[in-house]
């Protein structure tokens, strides 16, 4: 991980989300994640690629096929402007959870609650891209008592709370 926690190397992030380099490898050969690479041809992995990797773990460990995660977020485009990314992504999770939210009323109780989870974990994914696009890695707000609030209304910014 570099000096400012934004981007990690292939190990760091393996041994961060406690899964094996083939797992990470394989994410990206079937374009789930696109990480940068240096002038050196080594992947470096953003944050973004780390909160999009915990959200493809979880699916896969509720059972979703690649293509089932492939429609629920959707590919990154490789866009090297992360800002840009982060915004794209944000898009297209709002419109799948919206898509999800109106579908699921016409589903049986069980698969309502599998919708459920889903919109839930979609959101959880929001918000954290969010505090990325913010430019606030979590590690160093939670160090400097910076907490972030995340409404129905949208994101809010950080409060810092006063010191004892």
Do not use: W
Request: aromatic residues 8%; charged residues 30%.
């Amino acid at each position: 991980m570099d000096k400012t926690g934004s981007h990690f190397t292939l190990s760091d992030l393996a041994q961060a989300l406690d899964v094996k380099k083939s797992h990470i490898r394989f994410c990206e050969q079937n374009g789930l994640i696109a990480p940068r690479t240096t002038r050196l041809n080594r992947r470096v992995y953003s944050r973004y690629d780390r909160e999009r990797l915990k959200l493809i773990f979880r699916f896969v460990l509720l059972g979703y096929s690649k293509e089932q995660i492939i429609e629920m977020i959707g590919l990154p485009d490789g866009n090297p402007d992360e800002n840009d990314r982060l915004v794209q992504e944000i898009t297209y999770i709002e419109a799948k959870i919206a898509a999800l939210e109106t579908q699921k009323d016409s589903l049986s109780f069980t698969k309502q609650t599998c919708v459920i989870s889903e919109i839930k974990m979609l959101r959880e994914y929001i918000s954290n891209v969010r505090t990325i696009k913010a430019g606030v890695d979590e590690e160093s707000s939670e160090k400097a008592g910076i907490k972030f609030e995340v409404e129905a209304d949208g994101f809010h910014e950080p409060k810092q709370h006063p010191v004892k």
